[in-house]
């Protein structure tokens, strides 16, 4: 029985736990503490996901309550995985802002999975990195 709970007062250790028992631990500065802890208290849409007291799942988003919402990470512990928990997570986001539109990046593993579950690739998303000229 999972359960699930809105707030972004986690534990910074808790939630590395989190992104290093699935893939994305290597796609986010999780070795930067001070950095890591400053994401997760930066984002004002964070669902997380409980199994007992076991974190296994966040999405972590920011929006604006009514137009977007920017899900920067969709995480589920590699042992918890398509049990229908993803689909959850994006479910609650969405029902906090629910006139808001979801957008994200997909990492390279979950490019499939997010038509799976409806989302419509966009044919002009861009990014400008930290430190690239502008
Ligand atoms: C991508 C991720 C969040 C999916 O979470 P999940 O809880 O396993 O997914 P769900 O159980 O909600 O899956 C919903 C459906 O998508 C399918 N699915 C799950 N992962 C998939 C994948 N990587 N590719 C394609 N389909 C996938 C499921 O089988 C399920 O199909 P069904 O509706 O026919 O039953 C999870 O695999 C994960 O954390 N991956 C590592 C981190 C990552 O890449 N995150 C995305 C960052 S953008």
């Known amino acids: 029985m999972i359960s699930y709970r809105e707030g972004n007062e986690l534990n910074v250790d808790v939630v590395t736990d ?31 996901a409980w199994d007992g007291d ?15 919402s920017y899900v920067a990470d969709l995480v589920v512990r590699d ?9 959850e997570l994006l479910r609650q986001t969405r029902k906090r802002a629910p006139k808001a539109q979801l957008v ?6 979950a490019t499939e ?6 989302f419509a690739a966009h044919p002009s998303a861009w990014m400008l990195k930290p430190g690239e000229p502008l």
């Open 113 to 118: 999975y997010y038509p799976r579950v409806g």
């Open 54 to 68: 076991v974190l296994v799942g966040m999405a972590r988003s920011l929006s604006d309550g009514c137009y977007v």
């Open 79 to 87: 042992s918890h995985q398509k049990q229908g928990i993803g689909r």
């Open 18 to 48: 989190l992104y290093r028992a699935s893939t994305l631990g290597a796609r986010r500065p999780i070795e930067d503490r001070e950095r890591f802890a400053a994401m997760i208290a930066g984002a004002n849409l964070v669902i997380t």
């Open 104 to 109: 994200l990046l997909a990492a390279p593993q």
